[in-house]
Structures are given as structure tokens and as C-alpha cells.
């Protein structure tokens, strides 16, 4: 199975200041196909999960432009550029290359 | 406005069944596949399984094969998790979401708890 590693679990981030996480897969998630399906995801407290990001750097609609999306084989990089009290929650990455795995998420809070 | 809402979940006991619903409306239902996660609390999320447009394609997760049926009726637009032989560690939210391809959820459903308790 593919394991997904993120990083930090937990990131305290000063509102204006720039925040950055990690998720490394345990393989290339570059399939068969050519293709890289690596997603990202924000869950706010008490609420269901929304995506942010789909297909390594696709930004949603309505998503902010602070928010980034980068990488490629193992390595993915969600980027806020500067994080805001809203951003608050937790963050994962899910790949789809090779079945469906999540990340264990990191938790960003403000300080 | 498109929205996914659940009903079902609840309390049960171990050994016992339960049946979570999923209602889409907004968007064209039988155009998409559907998707189950589920989350433990305080936990990450995990994939349960999915179904294709017509439902003549399902997967699950090992842990729940067996055991749990998704399946989906188009013309209610709706998609059902039928649950049995629940176990204490089935104890979780569930959602329901769309998939426009390749597990990019972009729509999910408000959660459903199931606790497996006695």
C-alpha cells in the first residue's frame, strides 16, 4: 500500500506569515498512465472536509491564491503564503495513482 | 446549489447493522461516481470504498469487505452504506462524496456518527 508521510504534524503559524507542508509518499505516484493524482484537503473543527488543491497544483474555485500547490513523484508542498485566522483546521493529502490513501493530516493552528 | 446530505447512523452494538443514506441533489447524480470515508474521532480519514455511475462497480477497503455493502439507487439519487457485523473499531463519522475522478472529493456530505458500543 501507499503511505503517505506528512509534515509537520503540527505547525503553529503567526497570522501574515507563510506556512508550508510536507506529504511524501512511501512511491512515485506517477501511475501506469503517466499521470499524478495527488489531491489536498482543509477540515475545519466540526465540519466535513473541503478540497483546496486536486491533481498536484489545480487550484479550487473560491480557494484563495495564498494557497499553493507544488511537486512531483514522492515529494508534494502545499504553500499558504500568508496564513490567515480562517486557515485554522487540518490539512491532508490524499493520492488516487495506485488505490486511495490520506495523510494523517497536520494541524495548523495560530499562535 | 449542489449538497450531499446524510441520514442514518446512531448508536449499535456490536454485531449489529446499520444503514447510512446519502442524498445528492444539484447535480446530475448518475453522472459521477460516489464515495465513503470515514473518520474516527480525533483521528485521520479513511477511505471506505466507492461505487461507479450505474453501481456495477464497487470497492472497498479490506477491513470492511464482507461486511458492508455500498450500493446507489439513481432514480432517488441517493447512495446507501448498509452496515452489518459492526465492530467496536467501526466507531466513526462517515461521509459521503462526490468523486469527478480519481478520489478528487470535491463535494461531501455534512457526516453521519456510528458507535459501536454495548
Known amino acids: 500500500d501507499v503511505v503517505l508521510t506528512q509534515s509537520p504534524l503540527s505547525l503553529p503559524v503567526t497570522p501574515g506569515q507563510p506556512a508550508s507542508i510536507s506529504c511524501r509518499s512511501s512511491?512515485?505516484?506517477?501511475?501506469?498512465?503517466?499521470?499524478?493524482?495527488l489531491h489536498w484537503f482543509h477540515q475545519r473543527p466540526g465540519q466535513s472536509p473541503r478540497r483546496l488543491i486536486y491533481?498536484?497544483?489545480n487550484r479550487d474555485s473560491g480557494v484563495p491564491d495564498r494557497f499553493s500547490g507544488s511537486g512531483s513523484g514522492t515529494d508534494f508542498t502545499l504553500r499558504i503564503s500568508r496564513v490567515e485566522a480562517e486557515d485554522i483546521g487540518i490539512y491532508y493529502c490524499?493520492?488516487?495513482?495506485?488505490?486511495?490513501?490520506f495523510g494523517q493530516g497536520t494541524r495548523l493552528e495560530i499562535k | 446549489e449542489e449538497q450531499l446530505v446524510q441520514s442514518g447512523g446512531g448508536l449499535v452494538q456490536p454485531g449489529g447493522s446499520l444503514r447510512l443514506s446519502c442524498a445528492a441533489s444539484?447535480?446530475?447524480?448518475?453522472?459521477?461516481?460516489m464515495t465513503w470515508v470515514r473518520q474516527v474521532t480525533g483521528k485521520g480519514l479513511e477511505f471506505v470504498g466507492n461505487?461507479?455511475?450505474?453501481?456495477?462497480?464497487?470497492n472497498y477497503m479490506d477491513s470492511v469487505k464482507g461486511r458492508f455493502i455500498i450500493s446507489r439507487d439513481n432514480t432517488q439519487k441517493s447512495l446507501y452504506l448498509q452496515m452489518s457485523s459492526l465492530r467496536v473499531d467501526d466507531t466513526a463519522v462517515y461521509f459521503c462524496?462526490?468523486?469527478?475522478?480519481?478520489?478528487?472529493?470535491?463535494?461531501w456530505g455534512q457526516g453521519s456518527l456510528v458507535t459501536v458500543s454495548s
Open positions: 462524496a462526490r468523486d469527478p475522478g480519481y478520489s478528487a472529493f470535491d463535494n
Open positions: 444539484g447535480f446530475t447524480f448518475s453522472n459521477t461516481w
Open positions: 461505487i461507479n455511475q450505474d453501481g456495477s462497480v464497487i
Open positions: 512511491q512515485s505516484l506517477v501511475n501506469n498512465h503517466g499521470d499524478t493524482h
Open positions: 491533481e498536484v497544483f
Open positions: 490524499v493520492q488516487a495513482s495506485y488505490w486511495v490513501t
